[in-house]
């Protein structure tokens, strides 16, 4: 239903605007040298102050709830894991972020949200996927958990391009599996309404996408009734 979307919007952006904030936080502690192994310091800091050891003793006992009108049922708290190579400073390095990752699943959490445009620059100048972190985290319980991930927007320095054609969906697709060594997507999402393609259009192509066996549904994402 449209209100249980927008719980799984605040839920997911308010996980953004954390992941954020204890981000600079960190690039700041490095800054002042409060850790004394900087090798291991990113990860401490995302396992301490994202899952706190409070949360970790209860996330197992978290109250599931129903995707829609789905079979599907998660953990009521889904994991965002957009901060872990964008929009947050430097990337993580990738063996950090997959610990982060799997750890977070041994706590309890089976709701895992990326999206092919979640990218970032690493040090050496190569592109850190969002989609391929995910991917190599999420690989030993693929199958225990609910991947999600997004289709139809482009970074573009300033502002966003928005591309929702048949023919880029498909793309998008087939890029988005690949990243995350699987062959199909739980829950695939519309990133932003796309002016120049009709609702009706998006929805059957993901209707096609869920008879062909490489969605299991749709959504999308940052909208409202209107």
């Avoid at 800091?45 to 789905?70: A, C, D, Y």
């Avoid at 991947?147 to 998008?172: A, Q």
Wanted: contains cysteine; neutral net charge; hydrophobic residues 30%.
């Amino acid at each position: 239903s449209s209100e249980e979307s927008c719980l799984w919007a605040v839920i997911i952006c308010g996980w953004k605007r954390n992941v954020y904030q204890r981000k600079k936080s960190l690039e700041l502690s490095l800054k002042q040298n409060v850790y004394k192994n900087p090798n291991k310091c990113q990860s401490d800091f995302f396992m301490n102050n994202f899952f706190p050891k409070s949360m970790r003793k209860e996330s197992r006992k978290m109250k599931r709830v129903r995707l829609g009108k789905t079979d599907m049922y998660v953990n009521a708290i889904g994991l965002g894991c957009m901060g872990l190579t964008h929009a947050s400073g430097l990337p993580t390095p990738k063996e950090e972020a997959v610990e982060i990752l799997r750890k977070a699943h041994d706590m309890g959490y089976d709701f895992y949200d990326t999206a092919e445009c979640y990218t970032g620059v690493n040090p050496d100048g190569s592109t850190a996927y969002n989609e391929e972190v995910v991917g190599e985290a999420v690989k030993p319980f693929r199958k225990d958990i609910i991947l999600c991930t997004k289709f139809g927007v482009k970074h573009m320095g300033d502002h966003l391009e928005f591309d929702s054609s048949p023919e880029t969906i498909r793309k998008s697709l087939e890029g988005s599996l690949k990243k995350l060594q699987t062959d199909y997507v739980d829950v695939y999402y519309q990133h932003r309404i796309d002016p120049k393609v009709e609702p009706e259009v998006v929805a059957g192509v993901m209707k096609e996408l869920i008879e062909e066996g490489k969605i299991k549904a749709w959504g999308i994402s940052e909208t409202n009734e209107e």
